[in-house]
Structure formats: structure tokens, C-alpha cells
């Protein structure tokens, strides 16, 4: 306790000799801080904007990632003989439509498939012309499955033509020709109403569309610009029959780009509307004491620690993203409480002391506070800057530079800033002309009293009359606020209070969701927004396929292998989240069902030579099974007499929510880990769910790194450490409130909200810090007309809030004000953002307003006081014992008259 002591002493010393040198000196440290933000900003032209979606929401670590290295090395895919269930999943260049009637109904009926075949035919028409001139269809640029390009089913089995559709009894999920040909309809039709066989379609919702170009080299440039196109021409399809939503390979990593570019509009309502919340919180009666620059300038500091950051990070070829956006929303919320938690101290300052002396004492308060505030953000995000998930380390990185500036630009720039005011403030100059003016109890007239007087008369300076500039919100906070939230009754009611909000707050964490839906990342209302929404609520039964790769060299041909091989795959058709053998593309199963059906012998099936001429020569060269072609990787030069590796497909299906995603990923992996033999088990939609899986540990580690981390500090800079375990106290109870309701304001625990629940920690700090901080060295004596009626504790919890109850609330204020613009976004990345903010203000003043002083003014008897709180420090630092000197006499000589203040001394 002695060394946290020491460091308080240490830091309220240095800073109070720091203010008093700022005063002497403030053009300098002015000039200084603006030439050092403005060249670091000029690293803003070298900002590059990261929009990967993939790449920003995947862990860095991807067993997925690796996986798909492999994958794609043993089984590429074969764009001139396509199969959906081989597919590259999120990496092939497609269009991708669901299409829905103009109001509902069913989408089987003459009039609407009219208008989809319109849709189709036009669409294929569609051209794009490379460098070289040459013009490119659909039909030249499309993955080929048979010998045409990839057909919707329902289109084909109607061959494109809208009267068949009275002919025609769908089954579902699969259908059968009269030709025999077999089309999987589970992936096509949405929102399906089946007759009493369960397979019969009597209605269906939704129609999907998908147009899978060829990903490869040669044509990539030109598979792009069709997918430009194709998005030009849905956006302007005009129909009043059919309504579409769709996508295509990078409408994600546009959206990203496009919310980005929203944000700027309303990054200026925001600015606006702090311009003016800061200039009209820092004018009063009195135009002398009024400080609407300072409002100005305090706003003005925090910009330039935004454009300092940005500067600086992208000189170091740090590039941005979307979920850093959010970061000058934030930055200059922090900003401006800084500097409302400075003008707070100024006021508690006598005008009647010189403006060094008012600069020492204001510094020796405000800067310390600040000072541990600003570490423990700085240490939140930093903790969160070793994030694995590229989006969340970023955003923590820019914002921990930027608040490590605005504390820089806050004790430089600010601090000389303030200088230059108390100085005008001395020489009784308006705010806004900076003409000397008369007091306003001399005025000549109402109206010089009303627009032009303030300030003190010569003399109030002389006899000292006026000893602080508070005005009457820290006044209500100390007359009435304060020792009414401290009676015996509100205390009771405190406690109900605080119950039924850790109650509401466990509950909601009690029923969290899990996991970032694609969907989210796309602006609300938008085509891919709607997309993604339809494809979740109605195309969720069937798929994703998953390839199982097995790696080991077998020997095929022998029963007894067969028959593992066999064991296995029913073994993952047994996973609730894996649908029948019907599904399931095995090469192996089709192979020794096509020799049972042939009468080949059992001595011709186990040779292994007549096995591969089988397999090779007539099974794989029949059209019904050459997809299979692409499941088997024979070893090299040896004329596919050996197979090196093979896989088999399952589908998945029912996976309705991000929990069941992640579920059936973990269980078939498990499956694979469990088998006798080398298993992979791999999706290209693994890549996205292991975001998912990752979200909950990764938050609990950051989490907990984060809170032992703020213990540590607190228990260094906040001089008890009784006082650094109710700070950590609050933190938990704080974070609990925030992931419980955001859950409840749907919010799920995902990439966006575990960067907030980071951020929050920080904010966390800020309010149980200060006032605690406030409280545990109080240094001024409660005057109030309560005094007799307070204890000591209850007191120093009083003054607490005398010192800090306005800047707080005017914190928080400020902070909302800043990001209540987001709420409008049609970004979910910026309306989780502002939620999650919301939550920590709200919750934050409460804990720092409400339950903080009542819990503090409880614990009272844990402390040693002496018989009121005492003078403050920096005025004993002007004897000759010094700043430490008294503060050591407030340790060792309590109740020691010879340690009193004169005043006090009997």
C-alpha cells in the first residue's frame, strides 16, 4: 500500500510541477503538438482499405485453411465437367438469385415461371468484352456439367418453357424424369408444401438460381466483369410479377466496401452535433468563466489524435477495414470526457490564484485520473491487438495508438490551451471579443450584464471571495444528489435495484447466441442482405456438402477394407447433423453396387489389377458415374493402378442457426479424428464456421487477460488496494450487464461484439476509476449543509461526486452523441457498435453515479480517515515539506494537530 501511495504522491507531484511549467510556456507546447499531429497525418494518403471478408473474420490460425491447401491440391475443381457437391463453395465466381412472387403465393405457376425464364434468357445475354476485344457470354464463360453449361433444375425439367408447368408433378427433394435423368430439387425450391406422400409438391415459396462460372485463370478477369454486369442487371430488372435478391462471389467484400463509405455522412451529423454539445456544456452566465473555445478545442484534440493514428499506422502499411470505421466515433467520445474531467478539476481551481498555480493544481488531479484511464484503455486494446481474428486486431491497434495520442494531445495541446484561457480568464477578457468587461454585479445595464460582464473585481481578488468557478450541477451533486442517494433508505433501494439488474443481466447471458450470420455483413435492406435472410430461413435443410478425404494408400480391392471403409461412412451418416445414405456420394459404394448389378465375380473384385481395369476402363468411363472421376487421385505413373487418395461426400443439412453449424463441423471433424484410418474432414463453408467456434474462447481469454490486467494497474495507481479490488468489481459487473442485455437487444457474442466487449473494458476502467480514485484521496473537506448528518466515508463519497458526477455525465453524454448516429446505419457492424456503446454508457454512469458511491460509502470502515477529508495536496506543496512531504504527514500523523492545516489547528 506504501508503494501505491508513493506512486500517487509521485505522479500528483510531477504533474502538478508539469501544469505550472505548461502556463509558463503554452505556445510552445501548443505549436509543438499541432506540427507533430499534422505531420503524422499526412500518412493518410497512404490509408489502404482491406474489404476480404474472409479474410478479415477468419481466425489467423485455420484448421480450415489449412485443410483447403490440401483439398485443393488432391481435388481440384473440373469446371468442364461440374458437380454442385464439388464445387469451390465460396470461392467459385457465380450469380446466386432467389426468387420470390410479388407479394407472396407460390412460385409454381405459369405467369411467375414465365417471368423467371424472362429473367434467364436475359441474363445469359448479358456481355462482356475483355482487352483483346473478344465478347463473352454466360454461355462462354460457365462451368459445364454434361455438355451444357449448369441449369437450374426446375427450368430444365420444364425445358424452359412455362406451359409444361400443368404437366409437370415435382417431387421433392428429388425428382425423376421420364428419362430416367435424377435432379436434386432440395437446393432450388424454398418454403415447400408437400402433399400427404411427404414428397409430392404442392406449393413452394422460393425459387434459387445459381450460374457458376469457370474460376480459373484464363478467365477470371472476364468471370468478374460478368458478375459486375450481372449485379447492373438485376439491380434494374423490372418485373411486377417476381422479386429477386442476390449475390455473387464478392457482393460481401462490396457491401464491407459500400458500409464503409455510408459511415463518412454520418461520422460529420456526429461531429456537428459534439461541436455543439461541447461548446454549449462549457458556457455559463458568466462571459469571463464561459469556455466555448475550449469545447471547440477539446473536440479539435481528439480529431487530430483520429488523424494521428491513421497517419501513423498507414505509414507502417497497417491497412484499414470496416470494423475500424467505428474507431473515430470513440476516440473523440474519449477525447472529450478527458477534457471535461479537465475543465472539472480547473473549476474546483480559485480564480483568484494565478493561472499557474490554478494550472498545477488542475493538472495534479485531472492528469493522474486521466493518466490511469488512458493506460488501461491502452492496455485493453492492446490485449485485444493479439486477437487472431485480422478484423478485431486492427481495429484494436488503430484505436490503441489513437487513445495513446489523445492523451498526448490531451496534456500538450489541451493543456497549453487551457493556459492561454486561464490567462484571458485573469485578465477579465470576453470569451468571445476578448475585451476587457466589468464584473457582472458592476454592470451599468441589463444588457451589458447579459451579453458582455463577468469575471472578478478587483476586490473579490483582493480578499479572495471567490474561491472556486463551480457551477450548479456540482453544486446539486453536493447539496442534494449525493447525501440523498446516501441515506439509509436509498441505499436499500440501491441494492434492489443493483439485484434486479445482475438478475436480468445473468439471464441474458443464460441465452446468448453464438457466431456472425452472413447476412450481417451486409446493409440491411440490401439485395445480399435479403438474400442471405431467405437463403437461412428457407434454404437451410440441405447442405452444405462436406468432402471426407482419405489419405492413406489402401488397398481397395480387399473385403476387408471395403468393409472399414464402408463402417466409416455410415458412421458419419449417423450425425444428427448429416442426412441418409440417400445423399451420400461414395465412388467406392456406387462402384461395388455397378459390379453386383454386372454379375461380376468375387475373384475378379478382390484382384487388385482387375479391380483398377474395372474401375478404370468401364466404371469411371460411363457417363452416370464419370463425376466420380474427380473423387479418386491415382498415384503417379503407375496407369491408375493405385489410388493414392479418394473421398466421399455427405450432405448436411437442418443447420437453421450458427450453434448447429459449428456443431455439425466440430462432429464430423470429430469423426474423422476418431476413425482407424487418415481422415480429413473439410467444407469450404469451414472457413467461415470456425469463426464461429472461435468467438466464445477467444472473448473469454481477452476477457479475463484484460481484467487482471486493469487489477494490476488499478492496483498500482489507485493508492489502496481495497479501492483497486472494487474498481475490478465493477468491471465484472459492468461486462456482465453488457454481454447479458446486448443478447436481449439482439445482439449476438460474435466478431463485432467481442471488439466492443474489448473496448468496454477500458470504459469500464474509466468510470468506477475515477470516482473511486475521487474517493479514496479526497482532499477536500465536505462544506455542505449535511455535513452533520454524513460520515466520514459517506462524505468522501459526496465530494467524490461533487468532483466528477458533471464530467462523467458529461462523458457519457458526449460519447452517445457520437455514436447515436450509427443506430441509423444500415450497418450491422455499426448498429451492434452503438448498442454495446449505449449498454457501457448507460451502465457505466450507473455504476459510477449510483451503485459506486453507495458501495463505496459502505466500505468506509476499511479505510483510516482523519476527521474530514483535508486540504488539497498541491497546496501543502508550497511548504516546505512539499507535495510529499504532506501527503507522508496524511499517512503517519492522522488526527496529529501539528500536521493540520493552520486554519484547523487549535
Sequence with gaps: MAVCDCIDRGLAKVFYNYGKFISRWPLIFLLTSLVMAGFLSTGIIFLRVDSDVIFLFTPDVSTARDDAIIFDGLFPVDYDHYSASRGNGTNDLSANIIVEPVGGGNVLVEDVISEIIRFDRELKNVTVINTSGVRHTYESLCAVEGSNCVENPVLQILKYNESYMNSVTLTYPFFKSSGAEIYFLGATLGNVDLADDNSTVVTAGLLALTYILQTTSTLEREGEDWENKFEQFAANFDSTVISISYIHSHSLDSEVGHSTQDVIPLFSVSYTLLFTFAITSCVVADWVFSKPWLGILGTISASLAVASSLGLLSYAGVNFNIVATSMPFLIVGIGIDDMFIMLAAWRKTSPCESVEERMGKAFSEAAVSITITSITDALAFGIGSINPLPAVRVFCLYTGVAVIFDYILQITFFGACMALTGRREAANRHVWTLMKVIPRDEAPSTAYKLCCAGGLSEEDRRDNKKKTCEIGLMTFFKEYYGPILLTPFSKI???????????????????????????????????????????????????????????????YSEPAVQQELESIVEEFESSGYIFSSMYTEFWLREFLSFLDRANISTSARTDPGQFSSLLVDYFLENPSFSKFNQDIVFRNGSNKSEIAASRFIITAGGLSTTNQQVQMMEDVRQKARDADISLIAFSPFFIIYEQYSRIRPVTIQNLCIAVASMFVVALFLIPNPICSLVVIICIASIETGIIGYMSLWDVSLDSISMINLILCIGFSVDFSAHITYSFRTGREKYDGRHQNKLSVSSQHAVMALYSLGMPILQGALSTIIAIIVLNWSPSYIFRAFFKIMLLVMVFGMLHSLVFLPVLLSSIGCCFSWSSHPTRSAVEAGNSEDGLIGYQLSQRKGRGNPAFAPPQERT
Excluded: M
Design 493 to 555: 433501494l440501491t441494492i434492489v435495484v443493483f439485484c434486479a439488474y445482475l438478475g436480468g443481466a445473468i439471464y441474458g447471458c443464460l441465452n446468448i447466441t453464438e457466431g456472425l450470420e452472413l447476412k450481417l455483413l451486409a446493409r440491411t435492406g440490401s439485395p445480399a442482405y435479403e438474400f442471405f435472410e431467405r437463403q437461412s430461413d428457407h434454404f437451410s435443410d440441405y447442405g452444405p456438402f462436406v468432402s471426407v478425404v482419405i489419405q492413406e494408400r489402401l488397398n
